[in-house]
């Protein structure tokens, strides 16, 4: 019954109920060795992105110089500790997102956000190349005020560098983080566990500046 996708979001009262239950993940990053869960050691700063399946999206910044974990889940929707199939059906208003702990005296906030832009197409809506639903959706989850002024302050910038290569309008969502629900366990650092396993994500081949030296 999961598997009919709606194109649109879910009110919360069309919403799936969710639990109370936890997602139970591994304590350790299966690449880094760092935790998944807070606490985090003082000094570091948390980030959070959707940008198509989680999968390469969560490769794309475990990879980073100055990341401390990465781990992947479910944000800005309305249902409680929600599994990945209750995600998939569209009916619990969720994205796929990315969970990045970094450092900020090793790696800008704007550098984040400039990785995110460059790793995925980001004016496809609610699809990213085939994969295609709600889930999909390009999304930035801030976590303060000065992360939404340099979210938008990139999003700007990298629009039109986009509409100068003939694309379209972004459709990302930049808006405050909600709660974030872990995802089961096997999809974290699924690509580090699977090699050769499934990534769609794909960018646009523009250049995404702002940050990047930051």
């Known amino acids: 019954m999961f598997w009919s996708k709606p194109a649109s979001l879910p009110t919360p009262e069309e919403a799936l109920p969710g639990r109370t239950d936890v997602m139970t993940v591994p304590e350790a990053h299966a690449v880094h060795g760092s ?3 807070p606490p985090f050691p003082e000094g570091l700063e948390v980030a959070m992105f959707g940008l198509g399946c989680f999968w390469g999206a969560e490769r794309c910044f475990w990879r980073l110089e100055g990341v401390f974990s990465t781990a ?8 409680p500790n929600p599994s990945y199939e209750e995600v998939c059906s569209g009916r619990t208003g969720h994205n796929e997102v990315v969970l990045v702990v970094f450092d900020p005296k090793v790696i ?5 956000v400039a990785t995110f832009f460059q790793s995925h197409n980001p004016t496809q809506g609610m699809r990213q190349g085939n994969d295609v639903g709600t889930q999909y959706r390009s999304g930035i989850y801030t976590h303060s005020d000065g992360q939404m ?3 938008k302050g ?6 039109a560098q986009l509409q100068a290569a003939g694309f379209g309008t972004i459709t990302t969502e930049i808006i405050p983080a909600g709660p974030f629900y872990y995802a089961e366990a096997y999809h974290q650092q699924y690509l580090h566990k699977n090699p050769m396993g499934y990534c769609g994500l794909g960018g ?10 930051t």
Do not use: F, N, R
């Open 154 to 159: 990139v999003e700007a910038d990298y629009q």
């Open 204 to 213: 646009t081949g523009v250049s995404c500046p702002i940050g990047i030296e």
């Open 72 to 79: 992947v889940g479910y944000a800005a929707g309305h249902t």
């Open 149 to 151: 002024e340099t979210a």
């Open 35 to 37: 935790p998944l869960k």
């Open 108 to 112: 800008s906030y704007a550098k984040l």
